[in-house]
């Protein structure tokens, strides 16, 4: 059975959106829009996972999903030639996950290392809904039968999981997949992740080991989405660098975070490699390269800070956005859940 390629990817509305959001997901996501039918989802599900403190209580999650939608048509996403909406108001991510909570194993999910990390010390105290993460994942992408997934390295083992769990439910109901007419046991693409762009890792501005993260304690450690232009700059300024001039080939960054961290950023936002941005500000002092820094980060970051400021002020709008964007990933989950109940043996229509 041939797939429609299609683009499916999710991001979690908690707390602030930044640079590494953009960088090392919307960015990919906009660029996919040329070449894929796409489907970008708010996942409010997956954010409940946590305790209610890390996503902001019921007000807090209304407005972090209003924040991201803003974030992703800010950035350039068109939400009628391709579908953006928030995960919760479609039933069918839930039941799907049911069904592949009875496909997955055990032992698939023990290994899953974000587990581990999220879960912390007092894993016994963690939410069974992030123990099942990974599942509800594969279910966001595999209701759509989506074939390519943009997402951070991060989410590898995931979309590995979500790459087993496909193959289970199709060997597992491979006879029924037949009888039932829905291809000749490939009911589940296996869904490939796209992990691209030279800034997939955007680091700390204060310390180039560490990931840009919304729950560093420094907010000069990251460049905000909704920053205004002065604060970009000054924060770009104010960027940890070391003394050396910049190199002129990319193997003089090794050992160098900072200043590795602070080329790729140029280069993600300027669309160029990091090769050729060192052709172009090697050899000179890191001041030269930080004002042309500056001057980038504001010119591809203010626009969308001031866009994503008059659509937050604009929350029916928003609303009006998802409402419409879940009509219509509703219309194509309903025909894979009707096949999907059909192929478990379900009987009865809805
Ligand atoms: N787990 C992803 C992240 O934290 C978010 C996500 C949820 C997702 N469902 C998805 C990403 C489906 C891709 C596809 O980044």
């Known amino acids: 059975m041939a797939f429609v390629e299609r683009v499916f990817s999710g991001v979690q509305p908690t707390g602030n959106l930044h640079l590494g959001n953009y960088l090392g997901a919307i960015v990919n996501f906009v660029k996919m829009q040329e070449t894929h039918n796409c489907i970008y989802c708010v996942v409010d599900m997956h954010a409940i996972t946590m305790p209610t403190d890390v996503w902001g209580g019921p007000e807090g999650l209304a407005r972090a999903t209003r924040e991201v939608t803003a974030a992703f048509i800010a950035a350039g996403i068109d939400p009628k030639k391709h579908i953006v909406f928030n995960q919760s108001q479609v039933s069918g991510h839930a039941e799907l996950t049911w069904i592949f909570n009875c496909v997955a194993r055990v032992g698939w999910l023990n290994r899953m290392t974000q587990f581990k990390e999220k879960a912390g010390k007092d894993r016994e105290n963690a939410s069974v809904g992030l123990y099942d993460y990974p599942v509800l994942m594969a279910a966001d992408i595999l209701l759509?039968?989506?074939?390519?997934?943009?997402?951070?390295?991060?989410?590898?083992?995931?979309?590995?999981?979500?790459?087993?769990?496909?193959?289970?439910f199709n060997n597992d109901f491979g006879d029924s997949i037949r009888k039932t007419g829905f291809g000749d046991g490939l009911f589940f693409p296996l869904p490939e992740p796209m992990i691209t762009g030279p800034a997939t890792r955007v680091m700390s501005l204060r310390d180039g080991t560490k990931k840009m993260s919304k729950s560093d304690a420094s907010d000069y450690s990251r460049i905000n989405l909704t920053d205004d232009a002065d604060t970009i700059a000054q924060k770009v300024r104010?960027?940890?660098?070391?003394?050396?001039p910049l190199p002129s080939e990319e193997k003089g960054l090794e050992a160098r975070p900072e200043a590795d961290n602070l080329v790729g950023i140029y280069a993600a936002l300027s669309n160029r490699s990091k090769a050729d941005v060192l052709r172009e500000f090697g050899g000179g002092q890191f001041s030269g390269f930080k004002n042309a820094l500056v001057e980038l980060c504001v010119a591809k970051l203010a626009p969308i800070a001031g866009e994503m400021k008059r659509l937050t002020a604009d929350p029916a709008y928003v609303d009006s956005v998802l409402v419409d964007g879940a009509d219509r990933a509703r219309a194509i989950a309903a025909e894979t859940m009707q096949a999907t109940r059909d192929i478990v043996g379900f009987i009865g229509k809805r």
């Open 144 to 168: 759509y039968r989506a074939t390519h997934v943009p997402v951070g390295e991060d989410q590898k083992q995931h979309l590995e999981l979500a790459r087993d769990i496909a193959q289970k």
């Open 238 to 244: 104010k960027a940890k660098t070391d003394p050396e």
